[in-house]
């Protein structure tokens, strides 16, 4: 398994290179060498601009002259600070699909660099710290410095201002992959909801299969929190709603819904609401983010349903709290099918599609197959109909407008949309959002 070493030099500046820290970092280096000379792994000195200016930048270019192993992957990444160095660093190891990090410091950097790697890497990584022994006082260092190896821990104020640091540098970050396009439907009014879909450009997600508007974090995925939060900006100053007043679902596969002003459950795949203002969201990527609305009562709603989610009949869940809670009447609901898999692209085991094909055969192609394909969004419409929503007021992949159809194939569109079935288990994820306007 590919790894990587980090030696942490962003501590030093111009002025405090000497022999001393050189013969150090050469020892350092020589000792990577030799523990694992077989498996080499990626080697990265880290600094920041003032060590890549003057004497600071010959002494590397020296050492890296007379490095134990000259061919070795070595590499220098100078930033203007330590989170545009570590973000720098990060995107070389996403690229190596490097998961395991050594990271060799002095003691009194090791509680601010965790908190840098706590915010802008998830638990895919796994990072080890190894002490780089420098004295401070011998080797000019800032006394800034030496306070902080006596303290040994960070205070608030320091933890706030590097989360200020690494929220500002995201935001300066420019957009990948064009612009941030929504998808609308017609059949939802625009005057009483605003609403969408959002598709998979226009953010600052770099790695292949989260680029670029990834609107979801996950331990099991490499896009830490910071990134969504900064993608989420993005897309709320686009589609106008305020970051503030954003919820989304927390995702069980189930048929739970927490209706908004209430006890909120552990998880949920459905929220409704009528507060103005509030805008509400469901993900998806291959799973159908499904949008509700009453224009009479002004009411919404948001589901996630996937197919385990629709064999539970998340969506009627959704459909029947409108109707307890805010007197909805079941003909004035209007249902939308945002981006998914389609029949084309969607296999389960044959047990499984057997509780589809008692929904509807049509639900299943090659029934007669080990894995059938499954169509989750018919499964879907035909509850919904079941439960008394109009069929009319449904909009699916069926909409004869082909440029009114927002209910695309998430696995067939790889340029639009993010797909599970398509990308693998680090995958990015889209939304459907709405809210009632005040």
Same mark, same amino acid.
């Given at each position: 398994?590919?790894?990587?070493?980090?030696?942490?030099?962003?501590?030093?500046?111009?002025?405090?290179?000497?022999?001393?820290?050189?013969?150090?970092?050469?020892?350092?280096?020589?000792?990577?060498?030799?523990?694992?000379?077989?498996?080499?792994?990626?080697? &990265?000195?880290?600094? &920041?601009?003032?060590?890549?200016?003057?004497?600071?930048?010959?002494?590397?270019?020296?050492?890296?002259?007379?490095?134990?192993?000259?061919?070795?992957?070595?590499?220098?990444?100078?930033?203007?600070?330590?989170?545009?160095?570590?973000?720098?660093?990060?995107?070389?190891?996403?690229?190596?699909?490097?998961?395991?990090?050594?990271?060799?410091?002095?003691?009194?950097?090791?509680?601010?660099?965790?908190?840098?790697?706590?915010?802008?890497?998830?638990?895919?990584?796994?990072?080890?710290?190894?002490?780089?022994?420098?004295?401070?006082?011998?080797?000019?260092?800032?006394?800034?410095?030496?306070?902080?190896?006596?303290?040994?821990?960070?205070?608030?104020?320091?933890?706030?201002?590097?989360?200020?640091?690494?929220?500002?540098?995201?935001?300066?970050?420019?957009?990948?992959?064009?612009?941030?396009?929504?998808?609308?439907?017609?059949?939802?009014?625009?005057?009483?909801?605003?609403?969408?879909?959002?598709?998979?450009?226009?953010?600052?997600?770099?790695?292949?299969?989260?680029?670029?508007?990834?609107?979801?974090?996950?331990?099991?995925?490499?896009?830490?929190?910071?990134?969504?939060?900064?993608?989420?900006?993005?897309?709320?100053?686009?589609?106008?709603?305020?970051?503030?007043?954003?919820?989304?679902?927390?995702?069980?596969?189930?048929?739970?819904?927490?209706?908004?002003?209430?006890?909120?459950?552990?998880?949920?795949?459905?929220?409704?609401?009528?507060?103005?203002?509030?805008?509400?969201?469901?993900?998806?990527?291959? &799973?159908?983010?499904?949008?509700?609305?009453?224009?009479?009562?002004?009411?919404?709603?948001?589901?996630?349903?996937?197919?385990?989610?629709?064999?539970?009949?998340?969506?009627?869940?959704?459909?029947?709290?409108?109707?307890?809670?805010?007197?909805?009447?079941?003909?004035?609901?209007?249902?939308?099918?945002?981006?998914?898999?389609?029949?084309?692209?969607?296999?389960?085991?044959?047990?499984?599609?057997?509780?589809?094909?008692?929904?509807?055969?049509?639900?299943?192609?090659?029934?007669?197959?080990?894995?059938?394909?499954?169509?989750?969004?018919?499964?879907?419409?035909?509850?919904?109909?079941?439960?008394?929503?109009?069929?009319?007021?449904?909009?699916?992949?069926?909409?004869?407008?082909?440029?009114?159809?927002?209910?695309? &194939?998430?696995?067939?569109?790889?340029?639009?949309?993010?797909?599970?079935?398509?990308?693998?288990?680090?995958?990015?994820?889209?939304?459907?959002?709405?809210?009632?306007?005040?």
């Amino acid at each position: 398994m590919a790894k990587a070493v980090l030696i942490d030099l962003c501590h030093l500046g111009a002025s405090s290179w000497n022999n001393q820290i050189q013969e150090s970092l050469i020892r350092t280096l020589e000792a990577i060498e030799e523990k694992d000379p077989s498996q080499s792994p990626f080697v &990265c000195l880290m600094c &920041c601009q003032a060590l890549s200016k003057k004497n600071g930048e010959d002494a590397l270019h020296k050492v890296m002259q007379i490095l134990p192993c000259p061919e070795r992957k070595f590499e220098v990444v100078c930033s203007e600070n330590t989170v545009a160095t570590l973000y720098t660093i990060k995107q070389k190891l996403d690229d190596k699909n490097i998961n395991i990090v050594k990271i060799i410091l002095t003691s009194q950097r090791k509680p601010l660099i965790r908190e840098y790697i706590s915010q802008l890497f998830t638990s895919v990584y796994q990072f080890e710290y190894k002490n780089l022994e420098i004295s401070c006082e011998e080797n000019n260092l800032p006394k800034s410095t030496v306070l902080k190896s006596k303290l040994m821990s960070l205070s608030e104020q320091d933890t706030e201002r590097i989360q200020s640091e690494i929220k500002m540098f995201l935001e300066s970050l420019p957009a990948l992959n064009g612009k941030l396009t929504i998808l609308k439907s017609s059949l939802i009014p625009d005057d009483i909801f605003l609403h969408g879909f959002t598709t998979r450009t226009g953010g600052i997600s770099y790695i292949s299969t989260l680029s670029s508007l990834n609107l979801f974090s996950s331990s099991k995925r490499r896009d830490p929190p910071a990134v969504v939060k900064e993608n989420l900006r993005r897309l709320a100053i686009a589609a106008g709603f305020s970051q503030d007043t954003y919820h989304s679902v927390k995702v069980n596969h189930a048929s739970d819904v927490w209706v908004m002003g209430k006890a909120k459950p552990e998880s949920y795949d459905g929220i409704v609401t009528n507060q103005k203002g509030v805008t509400i969201a469901a993900p998806g990527a291959d &799973c159908i983010p499904v949008l509700f609305a009453d224009p009479v009562q002004k009411a919404c709603g948001a589901a996630h349903s996937g197919w385990q989610g629709t064999l539970q009949g998340v969506s009627m869940a959704v459909v029947n709290a409108m109707i307890t809670e805010y007197r909805c009447n079941v003909k004035d609901i209007l249902v939308v099918l945002g981006p998914s898999v389609g029949p084309c692209c969607f296999k389960l085991p044959q047990k499984s599609a057997e509780e589809f094909h008692r929904i509807d055969p049509k639900c299943v192609r090659l029934y007669e197959s080990s894995h059938p394909y499954i169509d989750i969004r018919r499964a879907t419409r035909v509850l919904l109909e079941a439960g008394g929503v109009l069929p009319q007021n449904i909009q699916d992949y069926s909409v004869m407008d082909l440029n009114q159809n927002v209910t695309l &194939c998430t696995s067939c569109c790889p340029d639009q949309f993010y797909s599970h079935v398509r990308d693998g288990e680090n995958f990015g994820t889209q939304i459907g959002f709405i809210s009632i306007k005040g």
